[in-house]
């Protein structure tokens, strides 16, 4: 009964604010590098952030300084929280063990295919 679920998708203005959350229910991210992805239809899969067991973390470059990347004290829970959103920010938003989704071409559709995924939009 493994299982990640994201939440915290929602509609925002450009400028605002929201909090993705990636919960875990049958196991931690303990010894896992966990990931969010975005896709938004017709374009392609993006790693956004990453981060590892021990704390480390990576951004992609369009949202570096926008966007962070966090994980609860239990390695139940990984959070992205994103301010000054843009409309290109819009897609929707994955979460997932990085080791199982190297390759950047599949990861998105693979999650999809398994229901998974919140929604962000952000309007102009």
């Known amino acids: 009964e493994v299982q990640l679920v994201e939440s915290g998708g929602g509609s925002v203005q450009a400028g605002g604010s929201l909090r993705l959350s990636c919960t875990a229910f049958?196991?931690?991210?303990?010894?896992?590098?966990m990931g969010w992805y975005r896709q938004a239809p017709g374009y392609e899969c993006e790693l956004v952030s990453t981060?590892?067991?021990?704390?480390?973390?990576y951004y992609v470059d369009s949202v570096k300084g926008r966007f962070t990347i966090s994980q609860d004290n239990a390695k139940t829970t990984v959070y992205l929280q994103m301010n000054s959103l843009k409309p290109n920010d819009t897609a929707v938003y994955y979460c997932?063990?990085?080791?199982?989704?190297?390759?950047?071409?599949?990861?998105?559709?693979?999650?999809?295919?398994w229901g998974q995924g919140t929604l962000v939009t952000v309007s102009s």
């Open positions: 981060i590892s067991s021990d704390g480390n973390t």
């Open positions: 049958g196991f931690t991210f303990d010894g896992s590098e």
């Open positions: 997932a063990a990085v080791a199982l989704y190297s390759d950047i071409n599949y990861a998105c559709t693979a999650l999809d295919a």
